[in-house]
């Protein structure tokens, strides 16, 4: 007996229903009934959101079932095959109380990402050196009126001598920090880099007896 036959697949078009059945039987095997109640769930957003012509991908649905257990998950995967929506199904699906940070290296790579989550109804903004210093943008921010907030590495450390502004608020805001249930880092190869001096001959690593901002907000409220 397969566990998805306790849930109702007969609601699903054919097209999802086999999607359902072509898992690997590895993974089918170790879901709990709370984890497939998630793949039932990811399978039938994606049915109705694409009118039965689509169905999520097999390291999707095992990302969100990781991701909503609580565990650490690097996905590895080719262009366009699909790492965005690993990053979508979980804040579809899980607490919507919770925000999501998403560390993203290029600005342009963060206003794709910004029509890519708004279009599924997911209220994200882009924070970066252009990001405007509104007090209402920033009281919105820190009230978690955004879900996912795109946020560029260089935000979590001092530049000059000054904190950014989103840096700060992880350090003065025990509810901000609180509210984050998912902390996403997209192109993660570029993470040696983050700190390092963008235009400088200089190679020296960021001062690691300092850290960043969100490293010291996310140690002092773990």
Sequence with gaps: MNIFDLLHTEELSPNAQKSLEELSPSFVESLSFEQAQIIFKATSWFDKQFNG?????????QSTVATLSGQNVVVRAGTGYGKTMAMILPLLLGDQSKIAITISPLKLLQKNHVHEFEQYGIKTIQINEDTPDDKNLWKDIA?????????APEQFFRNNGHLPRLAFIMLTSRAFVKSIGVLNCDEAHMIQMAGLPRWSESR???????????????????
């Design 143 to 151: 009230q978690g009126v955004y879900k996912n907030i795109l946020v």
């Design 204 to 222: 020296a690593q960021p001062d690691e007896r300092e850290g960043s901002a969100s490293q010291r907000a996310l140690h002092s409220y773990a």
């Design 53 to 61: 012509t689509k169905t999520p991908r097999e390291f999707q649905l």
